[in-house]
C-alpha cells in the first residue's frame, strides 16, 4: 500500500459546459492552480460533445498548472463523438479516470460517468420491457467499472470522480421528479465497499454542496453554477486529504 503521509489539496469543478470559443475558463484554472496540487473535473466539460468545445476546453486548461483530471458527462456524449473529445483532452494531459485510475503524491484517483436509476428503496430494477432492462444494466455497469477500477488502487487515500450523483443528501434543492435521473444509489454502494476519502460529482446545478454515504465518506457537488452561487470568487471546491 502507498502510505505518502504529505496534505494533498484537491480542486473540483464541474459542468463548464465550454463552448467553442476558447478563454471562458483560463482564469478559473489559474486560480484553483494556486490554490490546490491537483484539479478534478466533474463532466459536462462541454456543451455539445463536440470536438471544437473540447479543442477550446484544452486551450484554456493550458493556463492549468497542475496535474488534472476527470470524467465526461451526459452533455460530452451528446453528438456521438466522445472518443475524439477524449482524445483532444488527453492530449492536453488530462487523464480520463473511465480508462484508468491514477496515483498523485501517494493519493489513488478512480472515476467513471456514472448514470441514473434512482436511490435507495426507489431504484429502478431490471424488470419488464428490454428497454427498461437496458437502462437499469446501464447503471449497473457503470457500478461495476467504478469498482473495478477502485480494485486497482492500493493507496491510503482515495477520491472518487463521478458526473451523475451518487446520493440525495447533494441532491437537495432539485426538483424531487427529477430525482431518478441524477443519478443512482448504485454508485454510493461501491464506493462504501471501499476505504474512500472523498467524492466529487457535478449534474445537480440546484443541489446543495454536500453530503454523505450512509458509510459517511463525504460527498461534495463541485457543480461550476452551484459554485458561482455559493463561492462566487472562487467557484470551485477544495479540500485538503
Request: proline fraction near 3%; charge should be negative; charged fraction near 20%.
Amino acid at each position: 500500500m502507498s502510505t505518502g503521509s504529505s496534505r494533498l489539496r484537491i480542486a473540483a469543478i464541474g459542468d463548464l459546459h465550454v463552448h467553442e470559443q476558447a478563454g471562458a475558463f483560463k482564469s478559473v484554472f489559474s486560480e484553483a492552480s494556486k490554490h490546490a496540487d491537483i484539479l478534478a473535473l466533474c463532466g459536462d466539460l462541454t456543451q455539445l460533445g463536440v470536438p471544437a468545445e473540447a479543442e477550446a476546453l484544452a486551450s484554456d486548461l493550458g493556463a492549468c498548472s497542475i496535474p488534472v483530471v476527470g470524467v465526461l458527462g451526459n452533455h460530452d456524449y451528446q453528438s456521438g463523438r466522445a472518443t475524439e473529445v477524449r482524445k483532444i483532452l488527453q492530449a492536453a494531459k488530462m487523464v480520463l479516470l473511465e480508462e484508468e485510475s491514477f496515483e498523485y503524491q501517494g493519493v489513488g484517483f478512480a472515476g467513471v460517468k456514472g448514470f441514473c436509476g434512482g436511490f435507495n428503496r426507489n431504484m429502478l430494477t431490471s424488470f419488464g420491457e428490454d428497454a427498461i432492462k437496458q437502462f437499469v444494466s446501464e447503471s449497473v455497469n457503470e457500478a461495476l467499472r467504478l469498482e473495478n477500477s477502485l480494485r486497482t488502487l492500493n493507496t491510503d487515500r482515495t477520491i472518487v470522480v463521478l458526473h451523475y450523483a451518487p446520493i440525495t443528501g447533494t441532491l437537495q434543492g432539485e426538483p424531487l421528479e427529477i430525482f431518478p435521473f441524477l443519478g443512482s444509489s448504485r454508485l454510493a454502494e461501491t464506493i462504501d465497499l471501499f476505504d474512500v476519502t472523498a467524492v466529487f460529482h457535478g449534474h445537480a446545478h440546484r443541489g446543495i454542496c454536500e453530503g454523505r454515504t450512509n458509510k459517511g465518506v463525504p460527498v461534495y457537488n463541485c457543480c461550476y453554477e452551484l459554485m458561482q452561487r455559493v463561492t462566487p470568487s472562487r467557484p470551485f471546491t477544495v479540500i485538503e486529504v
